[in-house]
Nanobody
Framework: QVQLVESGGGLVQAGSSLRLSCVASGRTSRTYAVTWFRQAPGKEREFVATIRFSNDQTYYDDSVKGRFTASRDGAKNTVYLQMDNLRPGNTAIYYC???????????????????WGQGTQVTVAS
């Protein structure tokens, strides 16, 4: 079992920055990556970014490239999502997710992950 806890969300103005944290505990030695998703009201959960632990390789959705940065602190079992130049369209609940074992078949698909955090609300006002 792996437990994930997100934090760092809040209400900010457009153009502001936030840094989300995702702290993992439990059987973390078997996890390969952590992926960030978000879900806006009335919309499906969508991929935001992922970071692989083997080489810190990151992948981003096109809508956040150049503004969001995923990173990690292995010593703290924590993954971060730095979000800069936030826009009202970024308003959503942000979740981190992971899966034990090797790489998932499709890292952009929510169904690829068994472990999820509770989510943290990000609201960007115009």
């Amino acid at each position: 079992q792996v437990q994930l806890v997100e934090s760092g969300g809040g209400l900010v103005q457009a153009g502001s920055s936030l840094r989300l944290s995702c702290v993992a505990s439990g059987r973390t030695s078997r996890t390969y990556a952590v992926t960030w998703f978000r879900q806006a009201p009335g919309k499906e959960r969508e991929f935001v970014a992922t970071i692989r632990f083997s080489n810190d390789q990151t992948y981003y959705d096109d809508s956040v490239k150049g503004r969001f940065t995923a990173s990690r602190d292995g010593a703290k079992n924590t993954v971060y999502l730095q979000m800069d130049n936030l826009r009202p369209g970024n308003t959503a609940i942000y979740y981190c997710a992971t899966q034990e074992g090797g790489p998932v078949p499709n890292y952009r698909r929510p169904g690829s992950y068994n472990y999820w955090g509770q989510g943290t609300q990000v609201t960007v006002a115009s």
